[in-house]
């Protein structure tokens, strides 16, 4: 059974730092690039970063950019998202999601190019 189950959210500070965790389990992680989505309460899903199958490629939102780090480790079939300098506006669900395509060498964040979600962990920054 394919899924992918996240980990590591939780109540920080701000400038504070998270990682999270994606758990894949029932297909082949090397072969698909995964991304990152959050949402926040009256907002919409918006992507935070992806990585390609090989790790070789990422993108990330602008306002992530210099502060999120992410990354994969396909013998432990995990992708992680270093989150540094958390700022309450990076409150929200966090999804990580596979990519629809196989072995593709760049990844986007949009979220229709995505075919399986995990069910969110929750990421709170606050005093």
């Known amino acids: 059974q394919l899924q992918l189950v996240e980990s590591g959210g939780g109540l920080v500070q701000p400038g504070g730092s998270l990682r999270l965790s994606c758990a894949a389990s029932g297909f082949t992680l090397d072969w698909y690039a995964i991304g990152w989505f959050r949402q926040a309460p009256g907002k919409e899903r918006e992507g935070v970063a992806c990585i390609s199958s090989s790790g070789g490629s990422t993108n990330y939102a602008d306002s992530v950019k210099g502060r999120f780090t992410i990354s994969r480790d396909n013998a432990k079939n995990t992708v992680y998202l270093q989150m540094n300098s958390l700022k309450p506006e990076d409150t929200a669900i966090y999804y990580c999601?596979?990519?629809?395509?196989?072995?593709?060498?760049?990844?986007?964040?949009?979220?229709?190019?995505?075919?399986?979600w995990g069910q969110g962990t929750q990421v709170t920054v606050s005093s």
């Open positions: 999601a596979r990519d629809q395509g196989k072995l593709h060498s760049l990844c986007v964040l949009i979220s229709w190019h995505y075919d399986y």
